[in-house]
């Protein structure tokens, strides 16, 4: 678990970096959003590494409705992470649809594992999509929505996104479980 807490230790820092400390960040100008991405790649390589690393500690068992409620919340979360919702015409008010989703998509996870390390790992990342929202609003408290865009827009990215999640649940059944439940 220690590896799989290091790595949410550097998501955490290196995503609040920009503005909880921006009088350290700001000087680094673009070195610092290099210095931000390794953090967040080793960050989510410690996580993988950690998780798929550890014992299984079940806590609860999973419903057998939960997998496809699962897949169609993670097409929802793909499109929020899209550009869908600031480019087209259903979602354009929205503040923090990229956060959105990747809230749906802990949400989704927490929903079909019930092992220890699902729950801390889809958890803290379910916590951190909130604690980001929060910040994001402090710190930035003047936003004003991008302009309406099309439905085709809204379409296009959700066409993409169904594309995506087999693409994803096929990748995502070569090295885990399978999404879909074959193999």
Same mark, same amino acid.
């Given at each position: 678990?220690?590896?799989?807490?290091?790595?949410?230790?550097?998501?955490?820092?290196?995503?609040?970096?920009?503005?909880?400390?921006?009088?350290?960040?700001?000087?680094?100008?673009?070195?610092?959003?290099?210095?931000?991405?390794?953090?967040?790649?080793?960050?989510?390589?410690?996580?993988?590494?950690?998780?798929? *690393?550890?014992?299984?500690?079940?806590?609860?068992? +999973?419903?057998?409705? %939960? @997998?496809?409620?699962?897949?169609? /919340?993670? #097409?929802?979360?793909?499109?929020?992470?899209?550009?869908?919702?600031?480019? *087209?015409?259903?979602?354009?008010?929205?503040?923090? +649809?990229?956060?959105? %989703? @990747?809230?749906?998509?802990?949400? /989704?996870? #927490?929903?079909?594992?019930?092992?220890?390390?699902?729950?801390?790992?889809? *958890?803290?990342?379910?916590?951190?999509?909130?604690?980001?929202?929060?910040?994001?609003?402090?710190?930035?408290?003047?936003?004003?929505?991008?302009?309406?865009?099309?439905?085709?827009?809204?379409?296009?990215?959700?066409?993409?996104?169904?594309?995506?999640?087999?693409?994803?649940?096929?990748?995502?059944?070569?090295?885990?479980?399978?999404?879909?439940?074959?193999?």
């Amino acid at each position: 678990m220690a590896l799989m807490i290091a790595g949410l230790v550097l998501w955490y820092a290196a995503h609040f970096f920009k503005r909880v400390a921006r009088g350290i960040r700001e000087p680094m100008g673009d070195k610092g959003k290099g210095l931000v991405a390794l953090a967040i790649l080793a960050g989510v390589v410690l996580m993988v590494l950690g998780y798929r *690393g550890s014992e299984t500690v079940q806590v609860w068992f +999973p419903p057998s409705w %939960g @997998f496809p409620v699962n897949n169609l /919340a993670v #097409l929802i979360a793909l499109y929020f992470t899209s550009p869908g919702p600031s480019k *087209g015409a259903i979602f354009y008010k929205m503040r923090h +649809p990229m956060l959105t %989703g @990747f809230l749906i998509w802990a949400g /989704a996870h #927490l929903l079909v594992n019930g092992d220890l390390y699902s729950m801390v790992l889809f *958890g803290a990342l379910a916590v951190w999509a909130v604690l980001e929202m929060i910040v994001i609003n402090r710190s930035e408290p003047d936003w004003t929505p991008n302009p309406k865009g099309t439905i085709a827009k809204d379409a296009m990215f959700i066409a993409i996104s169904v594309v995506l999640v087999g693409v994803i649940g096929f990748i995502h059944g070569l090295i885990g479980p399978s999404p879909f439940g074959m193999g």
